[in-house]
């Protein structure tokens, strides 16, 4: 089993959802996250004021693959993500370890 988290740009969230679930991954969290990296934020104006915004607002989607290959979710995210400019997204390729299912106790690549 592999967690893969995705940090990716607002507007391309549909298209990495519907990249996954294509690949028959369907179950994920995701969480509205702020960061920073190396698109280094932008500058806005209010009411004459310049405020430099360096915590961008971004999705993570994370999910736990086990019958499909992590290789093809890597990819389909980052086709799915593409922009081709800064802070376009990263994402995270951990080793799982296990998994338990509350309601029924059930372990490994059955709990998810």
């Given at each position: 089993?592999?967690?893969?988290?995705?940090?990716?740009?607002?507007?391309?969230?549909?298209?990495?959802?519907?990249?996954?679930?294509?690949?028959?991954?369907?179950?994920?969290?995701?969480?509205?996250?702020?960061?920073?990296?190396?698109?280094?934020?932008?500058?806005e104006h209010y009411r004459g004021l310049e405020t430099h915004i360096?915590?961008?607002?971004?999705?993570?989607?994370?999910?736990?693959?086990?019958?499909?290959?992590?290789?093809?979710?890597?990819?389909?995210?980052?086709?799915?993500?593409?922009?081709?400019?800064?802070?376009?997204?990263?994402?995270?390729?951990?080793?799982?370890?296990?998994?338990?299912?509350?309601?029924?106790?059930?372990?490994?690549?059955?709990?998810?």
């Amino acid at each position: 089993m592999v967690r893969i988290e995705a940090i990716i740009r607002p507007d391309k969230f549909d298209d990495v959802k519907d990249a996954l679930q294509r690949l028959g991954v369907i179950a994920m969290t995701v969480d509205e996250v702020h960061g920073c990296g190396h698109q280094a934020g932008h500058v806005e104006h209010y009411r004459g004021l310049e405020t430099h915004i360096n915590l961008l607002r971004k999705i993570r989607i994370t999910t736990v693959v086990h019958e499909v290959d992590p290789d093809d979710v890597v990819t389909a995210i980052c086709d799915a993500a593409y922009t081709g400019e800064h802070g376009d997204g990263k994402i995270f390729i951990m080793p799982l370890l296990d998994a338990v299912r509350i309601r029924t106790r059930e372990r490994g690549g059955e709990a998810v």
